[in-house]
């Protein structure tokens, strides 16, 4: 192709959105991947046995469903094959006694369930997703707006006038609240709590953090509208509609395309410097979806701006993830009704479980009792595995990622405090007799099992950073129009033509697509 209009590094949902859309416009735009394929942290492989389908890292499109990426791209992307699949239980907890609920797609039958539990639980859950609903035009426009824009700048100003000053400024505090304090001055019940606090593990938080209250209604509110689909045959499929649309649009996608650096002439970003010493100039910018370390570290090197350097140095990353992928010979016999076919099923003691589990982490110890998040694509996609068997993808959001001892005190950690194969296949042993506390003969029906530690899964994807698969830690600090930097202006780099997205800006982590879906608007 003739030198393309962007260039975009790196093929995460954030750079395919980026891509469709501004091809979409009539934009010529080239995609360069580093790996042999295309994706980030969406990878389909059959990883335990032939016939069983894992989505290796990403496997939930509740975010991409409800953002207006989808509302955009949805349509063409399934007349390229899109097609996802739905439960109407997407989440739900196990506790070590038995204990358990189900949240449905249905808002009555969750008032219903919630205060069977315990006497108005449910109608605590009613008013606190109505909130959200009441307050959706405020919180999604921050959510996933661009932030330094005229629209914002209108939004608050609207807000202010109607709400009164004031009062919107006791919304913003009130949404600062932590989980931990929501939780206990709402809810009577602990498994009630314990349905919701491991939730904000996935936004990259913990339940004593500032927002996660407000992240985890947030969530409570998607699931119930829109539940927790995967996509049909493995998220690779997302990937090839994606790939055809752009290439439909007229990009170009080059795999095991290594960018070393960028390339700038007088003050401007005008190209990219492969491994092989290739050079590739593009007539309107630089779009780089990768974390700040690879941005102003390995891509700008000597280049980069003194203020980004010294604000890449002050940027913390968050807990790591540790994985498991199984496949069984029959679908799990859960000890708890109905919980065969809940999408995410998250196994914790808590809130408090919760809380532990994560300060441990965050401490560089081993969870002693880890919050286990249990995924079952076979009871939403058949197609997974051959007919009567099962696959369960597991996801502990707690993991650190420098290790320095175990909580429970009996693995120990290496003198280096990276993982290893000997300690990962250790850990999994943990978190295996955990869950076959929980399931009638899981041992006997195992197939096979493949865990992947933090160091795993930055190997497969250098923007994870010890493992942490949320672009850096997503403490409010570290948000909104602090992210990724306290001076961060949008999307912008302090260089002309370089532009920076992906997880470690503004919106955030997720599949939303959302920081690539807000740059091609704007450019």
């Known amino acids: 192709m003739t030198a393309p209009d962007h260039i975009i590094v790196g093929s995460g949902i954030n750079a395919l ?10 934009a010529k735009v080239l995609v360069l991947e580093r790996n042999d394929r295309i994706g980030g942290c969406m990878r389909t492989e059959e990883i335990t046995a ?12 509740v975010l991409f469903i409800t953002s207006p990426a989808f509302a955009a791209l949805g349509k063409d992307l399934a007349r390229h094959g899109l097609e996802f699949c739905h439960t109407a239980t997407p989440t739900g907890v196990l506790r070590p006694d038995g204990s358990h609920a189900v949240l449905s797609t249905d808002r009555a039958a969750n008032v ?3 205060n069977e539990i315990a006497s ?8 606190d997703v109505s909130e959200i609903e009441r307050n959706a035009g405020l919180l999604f426009g921050l959510l996933g707006g661009s932030l330094w824009s005229y629209p914002t700048t209108r939004l608050m100003a609207g807000e202010a006038w109607r709400r009164g000053p004031r009062n919107l400024a006791a919304f913003l505090g009130d949404a600062l609240a932590p989980a931990r304090g929501w939780l206990e001055n709402s809810y009577q019940s602990e498994t009630v709590r314990a349905l919701w606090a491991p939730w904000v593990l996935h936004a990259g938080l913990g339940p004593e953090d500032a927002f996660s209250s407000q992240i985890a209604k947030v969530i409570a509110f998607a699931l119930e509208a829109a539940g927790a689909p995967i996509v049909k045959g493995g998220a690779r499929n997302l990937l090839s509609a994606f790939e055809a ?9 080059r795999t095991e395309g290594d960018v070393a650096s960028i390339v700038q002439s007088e003050g401007r970003a ?8 290739e050079i590739v100039t593009a007539k309107k910018s630089i779009i ?5 370390t690879q941005l102003y570290g390995r891509l700008l090197g000597k280049d980069a701006p003194a203020a980004a350097v010294e604000a890449t140095r002050k940027y913390r990353y968050g807990k790591g993830n540790f994985q498991i992928h199984y496949a069984l010979d029959r679908p799990p016999a859960w000890r708890g009704n109905g919980l065969g076919n809940v999408a995410l099923l998250h196994l914790t003691p808590g809130l408090d479980g919760v809380s532990k589990a994560c300060n441990e982490a965050v401490r560089g110890l081993l969870p002693e009792v880890p919050t286990i998040c249990v995924g079952q694509p076979h009871a939403l996609d058949p197609s997974r595995c051959p007919n009567g068997k099962a696959i369960l993808w597991l996801q502990l959001p707690e993991a650190p990622r420098h290790i320095k001892g175990d909580a429970a005190g009996k693995l120990e950690a290496p003198a280096d405090g990276q993982w290893t194969e000997k300690l990962r296949e250790a850990y999994a042993d943990r978190v295996e007799a955990i869950l076959g506390n929980h399931i009638d003969g899981f041992k006997d029906s195992v197939i096979a099992r493949r865990a992947y530690s933090p160091a795993d899964l930055e190997a497969m994807n250098i923007n994870l950073v010890g ?3 949320y672009g850096g830690s997503s403490t409010i600090d570290q948000s909104f129009l602090w992210r990724p930097f306290k001076a961060s202006r949008n999307h912008d780099t302090g260089i002309k033509g370089l532009y920076h997205i992906g997880a470690s800006t503004h919106p955030g982590a997720g599949l939303g697509g959302g920081s690539g879906f807000l740059l091609a608007g704007r450019l």
């Open 288 to 292: 780089c979806s990768v974390t700040p």
């Open 467 to 469: 493992g942490d698969p």
């Open 50 to 61: 032939p016939g069983f389908v894992h989505d290796v890292m990403a496997t939930t499109f």
């Open 245 to 253: 649309l752009i290439k439909e649009r007229g990009g170009v996608i």
């Open 17 to 26: 959105v980026c891509a469709a859309m501004l091809g979409g416009k009539g």
């Open 120 to 127: 108005g639980d449910g109608d605590r859950h009613a008013n």
């Open 270 to 277: 005008t190209g990219v410097r492969l491994a092989s010493g």
């Open 112 to 114: 219903a369930a919630l």
